[in-house]
């Protein structure tokens, strides 16, 4: 898993709307807020809307403007406290985030509502950005999302983490990242070869054993199948890998339902050598082979 933001107070950003209240000193937002349609009321002044701008700079009546961008909110509060001090005697400030604009994740793929997500002054979890987005679809594949970050792509398995007691939850997310959790079509095994029922294979939550693809392939072909050339074809970023098995073995079998395979992986079973023979007079003498096979079997 990538390593996530370090947990802390949210950092103001540009296009955050700020609400500010000046106690004892409704003139400074008075004004503004009567343009917004707001109401002191009996709850107190009223607060007026303020938008860092893309410079991350805010002005305010007196205190100018504000350089706010990467601030925690309290520090927000200080810097203007301060700049109001010099025209007013001890004011009281009051600012609060009314609407979170600056830092955003993108959701893609599987989930139920793909699109932007804003991040708010609590850290955002891959499972919360999840279940914001309203959920995975029951096509997703749990053991593949990907979130890119930084320029670097990064895979989570949700399905492993929690069979390995890792805690998933403890995963935040960062601004700008981009999370995909991908469909489970995606992630295809073929089988090949001297199979009974040569097919691609869509792997169960990433997971899927040499034995198992075998028994959803109807198994190697005891008729022209050689058993002790089994063969998986993996491609990787250093090249192409070949892995061979002997599945004459008992003890192969066992080896077989350790062997966990990855996506697009092609797992091919050879032709035994009686069927490479018979193919190959086949090939030379079509129809010679058949009417040889009768004669000798005639009584």
């Known amino acids: ?66 350089h706010l961008a990467g601030r ?22 009051t600012v609060s985030v009314q609407a979170y604009r600056s830092q955003r994740v993108y959701l893609d793929g599987e989930v139920k509502a793909p699109g932007l997500l804003a991040i708010n002054d609590i850290p955002m979890t891959l499972l919360e950005a999840i279940n914001r987005a309203g959920g995975m679809l029951p096509g997703a594949d749990q053991s593949r999302i990907t979130i890119e970050r930084g320029g670097q792509r990064h895979r989570v398995d949700l399905v492993a983490a929690l069979r390995g007691g890792r805690p998933p939850a403890a995963l935040l997310l960062a601004d700008g990242d981009i999370v995909r959790v991908p469909p489970r079509d995606e992630s295809k095994v073929f089988v090949g070869g001297e199979v009974l029922a040569p097919r691609a294979l869509t792997m169960h939550d990433g997971r899927l054993t040499l034995n198992e693809a075998l028994g959803e392939a109807g198994g190697i072909s005891p008729q022209s199948g050689d058993a002790g050339q089994v063969y ?6 250093q090249g192409a890998r070949v892995y061979r098995l002997d599945a004459r073995p008992a003890r192969a079998m066992a080896l077989a339902e350790q062997f966990e395979l990855w996506p697009r992986d092609v797992v091919y079973v050879a032709a035994s050598p009686l069927a490479n023979w018979h193919r190959t007079i086949s090939q030379l003498f079509p129809g010679e082979l058949s009417s040889a096979v009768g004669a000798t079997t005639r009584p």
């Open 232 to 237: 998986v074809v993996r491609h990787t970023p």
């Open 1 to 66: 898993m990538p390593a996530g933001p370090a947990p802390g107070p949210y950092r103001l950003g540009a296009g955050d709307v700020l609400a500010i209240t000046v106690w004892d000193h409704p003139e400074l937002t008075g004004a503004v807020a009567r343009d917004q349609g707001g109401d002191g009321g009996a709850l107190g002044p009223p607060a007026a809307s303020f938008v860092i701008d893309q410079d991350g700079m805010l002005e305010f009546p007196f205190a100018g403007k504000l």
């Open 72 to 93: 925690t909110r309290e520090q927000a509060r200080t810097l203007l406290v301060a700049r109001l001090a010099r025209y007013f005697r001890w004011p009281r400030v």
